[in-house]
């Protein structure tokens, strides 16, 4: 008779868009694989950001419907930066969630059992937890395959609520950071999305004939947008920004500067 062998059974991680700050962002798909999801895990990232937790909260009360599934909080390691190469930080503190992500698998997720956890926005943009868990992988440590789901991005809402489209007629689109904006606008493209800038690297573009779409906490209730002229509004932007800031103790902000039309005439 010959022997049978089982395989052994492997967890599984789906990483969940959820939007970009209003509930109503989620996808079919999305609340499909939050209640496929056995374990639900929810990133904490200290007082002044609850808001952010307080968010999947609330898309997991409204749609998970499966009685048996759990949630878990976890604190996100603080990235060091001071005196650091930024590469280098960023480096490390994506180790430092590699180790949280595995000691949370190993513990909290059994062999055969599915974990979920709900990114801002979509995974692919501007988000580093697919090559977190791909590092983790790779450790080797504890064996699991992994699914992508796609979620409304921030640029998407930047767009919408701007009522924009995202390009110029048969033109491309840069997407980039305030650190590389310089780089790229308005020489080398007409349409440029900025997804991270801490030092507001728009108010060093001269170009008289840039203009400006920006927007804070889209999605949310807190939502700001100004657009306009870059060189009457940037001073609009930079006092809301701060006021903003101040207030709700954190932000979330994403431009797009454009110059030229669709059709050059």
Same mark, same amino acid.
């Given at each position: 008779m010959t022997p049978s062998f089982r395989r052994p059974s492997r967890r599984h991680i789906l990483i969940i868009g959820i939007?970009?700050?209003?509930? #109503? !962002? @989620?996808?079919? /798909?999305? $609340?499909?694989?939050?209640? *496929?999801?056995?374990?639900?895990?929810?990133?904490?990232?200290?007082a002044k950001r609850s808001e952010l937790a307080e968010l999947r909260r609330e898309i997991c009360a409204r749609y998970v419907t499966r009685a048996d599934s759990r949630t878990i909080e976890f604190a996100v390691p603080v990235r060091r930066t001071e005196g650091r190469a930024y590469i280098e930080s960023v480096d490390d503190w994506h180790a430092s969630i590699a180790a949280t992500y595995e000691a949370l698998l190993e513990s909290e997720l059994a062999d055969g059992q599915t974990g979920a956890f709900l990114v801002? =926005?979509?995974?692919?943009?501007?988000?580093?937890?697919?090559? @977190?868990?791909? *590092?983790?992988?790779?450790?080797?440590?504890?064996?699991? =395959?992994?699914?992508? $789901?796609? &979620? $409304?991005? +921030?640029? /998407?809402?930047? %767009?919408?609520? !701007?009522?924009?489209?995202?390009?110029?007629? &048969?033109?491309?689109? #840069? $997407?980039?950071?305030? *650190? *590389?904006?310089?780089?790229?606008?308005? !020489?080398? %493209?007409?349409?440029?999305?900025?997804?991270?800038? =801490?030092? /507001?690297?728009? /108010?060093?573009?001269?170009?008289?004939?840039?203009? @400006?779409?920006? =927007?804070?906490?889209?999605? +949310?209730? #807190? #939502?700001?947008? @100004?657009s306009g002229r870059l060189a009457d509004v940037k001073e609009e932007i930079l006092k809301t920004r701060a006021a903003a800031r101040e207030r709700v103790g954190w932000i979330m902000d994403i431009y797009l500067l454009r110059k030229g039309a669709d059709f050059d005439e």
């Amino acid at each position: 008779m010959t022997p049978s062998f089982r395989r052994p059974s492997r967890r599984h991680i789906l990483i969940i868009g959820i939007g970009a700050g209003n509930p #109503e !962002h @989620i996808t079919v /798909q999305a $609340i499909n694989a939050l209640n *496929r999801a056995d374990v639900l895990f929810i990133p904490t990232k200290g007082a002044k950001r609850s808001e952010l937790a307080e968010l999947r909260r609330e898309i997991c009360a409204r749609y998970v419907t499966r009685a048996d599934s759990r949630t878990i909080e976890f604190a996100v390691p603080v990235r060091r930066t001071e005196g650091r190469a930024y590469i280098e930080s960023v480096d490390d503190w994506h180790a430092s969630i590699a180790a949280t992500y595995e000691a949370l698998l190993e513990s909290e997720l059994a062999d055969g059992q599915t974990g979920a956890f709900l990114v801002w =926005g979509d995974p692919m943009l501007y988000d580093s937890t697919i090559r @977190i868990v791909e *590092r983790v992988k790779a450790r080797g440590r504890i064996g699991f =395959g992994f699914d992508v $789901i796609p &979620g $409304i991005t +921030s640029l /998407q809402a930047l %767009c919408a609520s !701007h009522r924009i489209p995202l390009n110029l007629v &048969g033109k491309p689109v #840069e $997407i980039t950071t305030g *650190r *590389r904006l310089a780089e790229s606008f308005p !020489h080398r %493209c007409e349409t440029a999305v900025v997804m991270l800038d =801490g030092e /507001q690297a728009f /108010q060093k573009i001269e170009d008289p004939d840039a203009e @400006i779409y920006w =927007g804070a906490y889209l999605g +949310s209730p #807190e #939502e700001i947008v @100004i657009s306009g002229r870059l060189a009457d509004v940037k001073e609009e932007i930079l006092k809301t920004r701060a006021a903003a800031r101040e207030r709700v103790g954190w932000i979330m902000d994403i431009y797009l500067l454009r110059k030229g039309a669709d059709f050059d005439e």
